[in-house]
């Protein structure tokens, strides 16, 4: 096994700790994952599947898979969370529209998911010395992680946050103000997921969705700041689809 990446020095004299946040556990674990190799300077604490961090952490990063627009209050229970230092966005859309509103909401940085983990955990590093930091905008990145719910059976990142949104019972108009997309566009990767999972009603996208993990659930991990290993809570031990 090659030896862990190094990077700059940390602002402080121990790693930085992180709480990743989103609705969905394939997201959350594949975002731990990729930053595994650097645990000498950042370490992942908690992973929180729909569920509010408890832990003090330097940084709680927020993916938006399903939750472009912002317009969720869980967004501001993050900033407005005592335990957390700087909340960071990570998000495969920068519009100056996004960045705006994120700015009004309290969130501190806002990274683009085509960062590689080398390139993520450098601007991680950097939140802490900036008050907000934008990485460019990019149409239609190479996501850095390798993991979302209908890769395995070949969806993309995009049309999975789509298909995720129809499972969670949203429609096209609702996917299409969620994610920032046009209404044609969420159409268009709807057909194309549709091809792709075999299915060709939204029904049975629906019953697709829930059997390939599309459906939101509720779940903490508490990660031991000293080791790689992983206990869990109470919390944890009770998933709630909804």
């Not at 129809?166 to 709807?190: F, M, P, Q, W």
Request: net charge negative; with cysteine; hydrophobic share 45%.
């Amino acid at each position: 096994m090659s030896a862990a990446p190094r990077l700059t020095a940390l602002p402080t004299a121990r790693p930085l700790t992180l709480a990743v946040v989103n609705d969905h556990e394939l997201i959350v674990r594949g975002v731990a994952a990729m930053l595994g190799p650097f645990q000498d300077l950042i370490r992942v604490v908690e992973l929180d599947v729909d569920a509010p961090v408890t832990r003090p952490v330097d940084i709680a990063l927020y993916d938006t898979f399903t939750r472009t627009n912002l317009g969720s209050e869980d967004l501001d229970d993050l900033c407005e969370n005592p335990h957390i230092g700087r909340v960071v966005l990570y998000t495969w859309l920068l519009t100056e529209e996004l960045v705006a509103s994120a700015r009004r909401r309290g969130v501190h940085s806002a990274l683009h998911k085509s960062l590689d983990a080398e390139a993520l955990v450098e601007a991680l590093i950097a939140v802490q010395d900036r008050r907000f930091e934008v990485i460019p905008f990019v149409e239609e990145p190479d996501l850095a992680s390798n993991t979302w719910p209908g890769r395995d059976q070949g969806l993309t990142a995009r049309e999975s946050e789509i298909i995720a949104l129809v499972t969670a019972g949203y429609s096209n108009n609702e996917i299409a103000e969620r994610t920032y997309l046009s209404i044609n566009s969420v159409k268009s990767y709807i057909r194309t997921a549709y091809r792709t999972m075999g299915v060709t009603s939204r029904s049975r996208a629906v019953l697709w969705g829930i059997d390939h993990e599309m459906a939101p659930t509720r779940l903490r991990v508490l990660l031991p700041a000293a080791s790689a290993g992983e206990h869990r809570v109470p919390l944890a031990q009770v998933r709630e689809t909804s």
